[in-house]
């Protein structure tokens, strides 16, 4: 079993950053792929970024490509989401997401075993 906690989540002014971090529980953190999602009011949770076991390879939703990066502490058991140049429609809840599945292209949320609580993340025009 593993445990997701997400922090990081605020307020923020558009052009502004955050930094997400989702600390995991548990001794198999180094052998899962993980996953930042995120839903909006009204809106399917959708696919923000992933990265693979080691950290080496990463994949990311074309509308947060070039602003969002995602990367994994091993040692800590952590990953985080480093959001610049945030916009106004970057607003939502955003999950972290474990996944036993070898492969950074798991964008459907099915194909994730474990999630997090979620943390607010609003932007403000």
């Known amino acids: 079993q593993v445990q997701l906690v997400e922090s990081g989540g605020g307020l923020v002014q558009a052009g502004g950053s955050l930094r997400l971090s989702c600390a995991a529980s548990?001794?198999?953190?180094?052998?899962?792929?993980m996953g930042w999602f995120r839903q909006a009011p009204g809106k399917e949770r959708e696919f923000v970024a992933s990265?693979?076991?080691?950290?080496?390879?990463?994949f990311y939703t074309d509308s947060v490509k070039g602003r969002f990066t995602i990367s994994r502490d091993n040692a800590k058991n952590t990953v985080y989401l480093q959001m610049n140049s945030l916009k106004p429609e970057d607003t939502a809840v955003y999950y972290c997401?474990?996944?036993?599945?070898?492969?950074?292209?798991?964008?459907?949320?099915?194909?994730?075993?474990?999630w997090g609580q979620g943390t607010q993340v609003t932007v403000s025009s």
């Open positions: 548990g001794d198999t953190f180094r052998s899962l792929v």
């Open positions: 997401a474990a996944s036993s599945l070898p492969t950074v292209f798991n964008v459907r949320t099915s194909l994730y075993n474990y």
């Open positions: 990265i693979s076991s080691s950290g080496t390879n990463t």
